[in-house]
């Protein structure tokens, strides 16, 4: 018998592999879109370290980039949420729970679309 036939024998399985597929596909799509997001904001680190006694213009420009991300839709304001929930500054990329994150939005004057921060409930915040 050929391989395969059980693929036409089985829609339940066609389903099955469907559906991880677009699981795996949508989990992929989330960290590469946080991987995004944080480095565009790379710019913020000197600021986010403390080397810097206030962001830059172009670390600003990268906050406003990112809230207008967030602007978007709910959907990438929640996955922006968990991106920044989440443990950062390796690899270069900024930590962006820290208390100087939490100040960036009002001092780039950011819409705050976004949110930074650990104590955000991403799954029950509305904004």
């Known amino acids: 018998m ?7 024998r089985c829609p339940a399985a066609v389903a099955v592999v469907v559906l991880a597929l677009s699981v795996f596909r949508a989990a992929a799509d989330e960290e590469m879109f ?23 213009a172009e670390c600003c420009a990268a906050v406003k980039s990112v809230d207008e991300l967030a602007a978007v839709s ?11 929930r989440e ?15 939490q100040q960036l939005l009002t001092l780039c004057h950011a819409s ?16």
């Open 2 to 8: 050929a391989r395969g036939w059980w693929l036409f």
């Open 34 to 56: 946080c991987i995004y997001a944080l480095s565009e904001l790379i710019s913020c680190n000197d600021y986010l370290e403390g080397k810097a006694p206030k962001p830059s």
């Open 74 to 84: 709910p959907a990438n304001r929640h996955d922006l949420c968990v991106c920044f």
């Open 87 to 101: 443990p950062g500054g390796g690899d270069g990329l900024p930590d962006m729970k820290s208390p100087e994150a």
């Open 112 to 127: 705050e679309k976004i949110k930074f921060g650990p104590k955000f409930d991403c799954e029950h915040l509305i904004f």
